[in-house]
C-alpha cells in the first residue's frame, strides 16, 4: 500500500482545510486508517483514525472540529479540519495498518496563521 497525503496550505484563524490520503495498491477497506501530526520541537500525535468498520476515535483537542472519513471506493481517507487554531499548526501524515502491517504517507504541511 502507498499512500499519498494532500491538501495541506495556509490557513487563518478559524479557517477550515480537507486533508485526503489516497492508497494504491488492493484490499484498501480492510485496513484502519490514521492521521498524524508533527509540530516542530514535538513529538509526533495521533490526530484521529477510523478503523474498517468505520468507528472513529479522536485526540481530545480536535474533537468537535475535525471529522476523519473514508471513502472505500476511492481508497482515499479524509480529514475535514474546521476551527482551525495556530496549535493545529504542524505536518500532517496518513498511517494505514492492520496487525503487523503498517504503511506510511509523506507529510503535508499546515500552517494556521493570521
Known amino acids: 500500500v502507498q499512500l499519498q497525503a494532500s491538501g495541506g496550505g495556509l490557513v487563518q484563524p478559524g479557517g477550515s482545510l480537507k486533508l485526503s490520503c489516497a492508497a494504491s495498491?488492493?484490499?484498501?477497506?480492510?485496513?484502519?486508517l490514521g492521521w498524524y501530526r508533527q509540530a516542530p520541537g514535538k513529538q509526533r500525535e495521533l490526530v484521529a483514525v477510523?478503523?474498517?468498520?468505520?468507528?472513529?476515535h479522536y485526540e481530545d483537542s480536535v474533537k468537535g472540529r475535525f471529522t476523519i472519513s473514508r471513502d472505500n471506493a476511492k481508497n482515499t481517507a479524509y480529514l475535514q479540519m474546521n476551527s482551525l487554531k495556530p496549535e493545529d499548526t504542524a505536518v500532517y501524515c496518513c498511517?494505514?495498518?492492520?496487525?503487523?502491517?503498517?504503511?506510511w504517507g509523506q507529510g503535508t504541511q499546515v500552517t494556521v496563521s493570521s
Open positions: 495498491g488492493s484490499s484498501f477497506s480492510i485496513y484502519n
Open positions: 477510523i478503523l474498517s468498520g468505520g468507528t472513529t
Open positions: 498511517q494505514a495498518y492492520l496487525g503487523i502491517r503498517s504503511y
